[in-house]
Structure formats: structure tokens, C-alpha cells
């Protein structure tokens, strides 16, 4: 009887722990599907967050200096993950309709053409070009002056981030916007 009684108690005893050690089990996979679904928002917050700083450009009327500051943040992104992230590159295109650089006189305060600058009508440049732009002063700051729209953001299949974007130039006289 008496080893009925501590066979009895050993297996309540042998009961007890599994039952704690199923709890546990469980508890652990409650937990680690808590973290998982945490780590699924922050994620879609941060892809959020990525792109609504460029989609802030994917609109009608932007200036040449706007049109700088999304080449400068592809250029930093790109340069961030070249070599860990080949998903996350980007690409900015952008495209002049007018070939003339123009320079503001500062003593009639009218633009006139610089001579021996010019862009290149139809040609897409894309982010890299901006650095031949700031060769020259005169092409700089009329690259500045000059009115674009966003005519297309695409995002990579996969990691779902803003991953091109392309503008084109709005046809000017005189830095007057011609629709």
C-alpha cells in the first residue's frame, strides 16, 4: 500500500510538471507571436514612413530646387545600402524641355542665355547627372529656377519602398509657367 501511495503521488508529481511545462510552452508561443506581430507594424510603419518622404514629391509643380532635394536623399540612400541592400537602391530620372541655360543680370534684372551651357532636350538624367549640373554655377541655379512635375513613383515589388520616380520638366518662357 504504501508504495501505492508514493507511485500515486509521482505520477500527480510527474501530472503537475507537465502540465506546468505545457503552460509554459504555451505561454512561450503566445509571446513569441506578440513579438512577431509587433515586429510586422513597425516594420509596415517604417515602410510607411520611408516612402511618405517621397511621395511628398510625386505631385504637379515643383521647383528645380525640390527636385535636388529628392536627388540628394537618393544619392544618401543609395549610397547607405549599395553594398548590404541592393532592394532598397533607387533611381530619380528627370528630363528638360529646355535646352537653354539662362542667367538673371543683375543690372537689368532680365535672363539672358548663357553662352556654351546648355541641357539637352529629351534627354532623361537621371540622379548621378546633378554633379555634371553643378559643374557649372549658371546651369545650377537655373536648374533651380525651372518648374517639374512627378509624372511617375514606382516601388520595388518586394521590400514595397518608393524605389523610382521620374520628372519632367514643364515648358517655361521666361520662368513663366506655360500649361
Request: neutral net charge; aromatic residues 12%; hydrophobic residues 35%.
Amino acid at each position: 500500500m504504501e508504495n501505492a501511495s508514493k507511485a500515486l503521488l509521482m505520477a500527480g508529481g510527474i501530472l503537475i510538471a507537465l502540465l506546468i511545462i505545457a503552460l509554459l510552452v504555451y505561454s512561450f508561443g503566445s509571446m513569441n507571436s506578440y513579438f512577431t506581430e509587433d515586429e510586422k507594424e513597425q516594420e509596415a510603419e517604417q515602410l510607411e514612413v520611408f516612402n511618405k518622404q517621397y511621395e511628398a514629391y510625386h505631385k504637379k509643380l515643383l521647383r528645380g530646387t525640390e527636385v535636388i532635394s529628392v536627388v540628394n536623399k537618393v544619392l544618401d540612400n543609395n549610397k547607405k545600402y549599395e553594398k548590404t541592400e541592393p532592394n532598397y537602391m533607387m533611381t530619380v530620372e528627370f528630363e528638360m524641355k529646355e535646352g537653354f541655360v539662362y542667367k538673371k543680370d543683375n543690372a537689368t534684372g532680365k535672363n539672358e542665355k548663357v553662352d556654351n551651357v546648355t541641357f539637352k532636350v529629351g534627354q532623361t538624367y537621371n540622379q548621378n547627372s546633378i554633379n555634371e549640373i553643378k559643374q557649372s554655377t549658371d546651369a545650377f541655379n537655373d536648374f533651380k529656377r525651372r518648374i517639374f512635375d512627378c509624372v511617375e513613383v514606382k516601388y520595388h515589388k518586394t521590400t514595397g519602398r518608393v524605389n523610382y520616380m521620374k520628372f519632367i520638366e514643364r515648358k517655361m518662357n521666361n520662368y513663366e509657367i506655360d500649361y
